[in-house]
């Protein structure tokens, strides 16, 4: 990752947490707000492969752990494996999938990410992260946060993808990777 | 489809990030100090960001809330005015308990909070994650005198208690989490039992060390212990006996327990500046 990227990945996850904080957190559907940084986890593993996409994923759980009470690098674990999932599976997958498969994948990635976060808290740190919203948590969060795919996915284009935007060459080009 | 070559870089990677997660979650488990430095160091920095992102955004998640929670404002507050109206009632026709009035009006001075130095600070942020509902934020931390385990009191009584305070804001575990322990007791006895949190929405329990012989009835107030281990002063009022289980087995009584301290809707919360001495703490958790 140059240090380029690394810089307009920093400056969109600190958005993203900040919009977490400050507007999502509130503006909840049955109580559940959405989970933009594993979003933004899941979009970088698309957009960077299983090496950036670990590295933002980790950043992105990172900055999340910072303000949750539950241990520090829970989330971390989280979605540095979650980035890194999505990041094989993209390179598995054509290059020009259609956006609806994208986003089943993603969709499926953010209920992975829940799963996985709970299952690693009750494991190794946390207990008590399962209780009985989990069900709730998974299908609304899942789906609340699949409103802004589009938007993440867009996001981490700029962020890996910068050139590709000319001449119309927007959505589906990944860049090619090792 | 052709498969790609994975590098084993990117393994690799993956599993330096892992690693530095699992120790990471080991050494903020055992309360490594420059960790925690690391996080309040973190979130100062991001702080200034928030509070410009606050004033953008709190008009839109006002007008959500209204929205939103209209309906249900209205019939939880039709619903406690009701609750409210029995409760005053049962304790002054069959009680009279003119003393645990009393003691009831003491809990709801919060100018006079039994003579404990007191600190009112606004909530800057509810819970900021689907997985831990039992956490608020307020604005104001170590700089203010705020410090590990000091009791936050709303209208009504005891609503919980600070956990990992920053130098300008500070996290308050509420007491409806399943995992926090008070020592309480019934105004009028001397019993002392442990009350923990029921879950969001639910009421309080006390389900340990109130022996069946104690004279403990519905509506009675239930006020902090003040006892050598709790990080709590004595005195506050922490709920209203609901139900009264008994135990027959390990001859103690349960009690089902409503919170009075207001938990929803605030705006701002006081914490109690009082801290017990060293060897006193370490009890109530």
Same mark, same amino acid.
């Given at each position: 990752m140059t240090f380029l990227r690394a810089l307009k990945a920093v400056a969109v996850l600190v958005v993203l947490l900040i919009l977490q904080l400050e507007l999502f957190a509130s503006i909840r559907?049955?109580?559940?707000?959405?989970?933009?940084?594993?979003?933004?986890?899941?979009?970088?593993?698309w957009h960077g492969g299983p090496t950036d996409g670990a590295i933002l994923g980790f950043v992105s759980g990172f900055l999340v752990d910072l303000y949750l009470a539950s241990p520090l690098g829970l989330s971390a674990l989280t979605y540095a494996l979650i980035g890194y999932l999505i990041g094989i599976i993209s390179e598995l997958i054509a290059e020009d999938v259609e956006r609806i498969v994208r986003t089943v994948i993603s969709l499926v990635g953010i209920v992975l990410g829940l799963v996985t976060f709970v299952l690693f808290g009750e494991l190794i740190a946390e207990p008590n992260l399962y209780n009985k919203n989990f069900g709730k948590i998974l299908v609304v969060g899942g789906l609340y946060t699949g409103l802004f795919i589009p938007l993440l996915h867009f996001l981490m284009e700029w962020v890996f993808h910068q050139g590709n935007y000319r001449n119309n060459q927007i959505s589906m080009t990944r860049v090619q990777r090792n | 489809m052709a498969v790609p070559q994975r590098s084993s870089g990117s393994r690799f990677t993956l599993a330096i990030l892992l690693l530095t997660s699992v120790t990471l979650i080991s050494l903020d488990a055992r309360g490594y100090e420059?960790?925690?430095?690391?996080?309040?160091? +973190?979130?100062?920095? #991001?702080?200034?960001?928030?509070?410009?992102?606050?004033?953008?955004?709190?008009? #839109?998640?006002?007008?959500?809330?209204?929205?939103?929670e209209g309906d249900s404002l209205e019939k939880e507050n039709a619903l406690l005015r009701e609750q409210l109206s029995e409760l005053l009632e049962y304790r002054v026709t069959t009680e009279g308990a003119v003393e645990e009035l009393a003691a009831l009006?003491?809990?709801?001075?919060?100018?006079?909070?039994?003579?404990?130095? +007191?600190?009112?600070?606004?909530? +800057?942020?509810?819970?900021?994650?689907?997985?831990? &509902?039992? #956490?608020?934020?307020?604005?104001?931390?170590t700089q203010s005198g705020i410090r590990e385990g000091m009791a936050v009191v709303s209208v009504g009584g005891l609503i919980?208690?600070?956990?990992?305070?920053?130098?300008?804001?500070?996290?308050?575990?509420?007491? +409806?989490d399943p995992n926090v322990n008070?020592?309480?007791?019934?105004?009028?006895?001397?019993?002392?039992?442990?009350l923990n949190g029921g879950g969001v929405g639910q009421p309080l329990k006390v389900s340990d060390g109130i022996p069946v012989s104690t004279d403990v009835e519905i509506g009675s107030i239930m006020v902090t212990s003040g006892s050598e281990r709790s990080p709590?002063?004595?005195?506050?009022?922490?709920?209203? #006996?609901?139900?009264?289980?008994v135990?027959?087995?390990?001859?103690?009584?349960?009690?089902?327990?409503? &919170?009075?301290?207001?938990?929803?809707?605030?705006?701002?919360?006081?914490v109690i500046l009082y801290q017990p001495t060293a060897s006193d703490s370490g009890g109530d958790r």
């Open positions: 559907f049955f109580g559940v707000m959405p989970e933009m940084m594993l979003g933004a986890a899941v979009a970088s593993g | 420059p960790l925690a430095n690391l996080r309040k160091a +973190t979130t100062a920095i #991001i702080q200034p960001f928030r509070n410009i992102a606050s004033t953008v955004f709190d008009p #839109i998640a006002d007008a959500w809330e209204s929205l939103s009006r003491t809990q709801l001075d919060l100018e006079n909070l039994g003579g404990q130095k +007191t600190i009112v600070a606004e909530i +800057t942020a509810r819970s900021v994650s689907n997985f831990d &509902p039992y #956490i608020i934020e307020i604005g104001k931390g919980g208690r600070i956990e990992d305070p920053g130098l300008r804001s500070s996290r308050v575990r509420l007491i +409806t008070v020592g309480v007791l019934a105004v009028g006895t001397n019993e002392i039992g442990i709590y002063p004595g005195g506050f009022a922490v709920g209203t #006996i609901l139900e009264i289980i135990d027959e087995i390990n001859l103690e009584k349960e009690l089902v327990v409503a &919170p009075t301290g207001q938990l929803e809707n605030l705006e701002f919360v006081t």
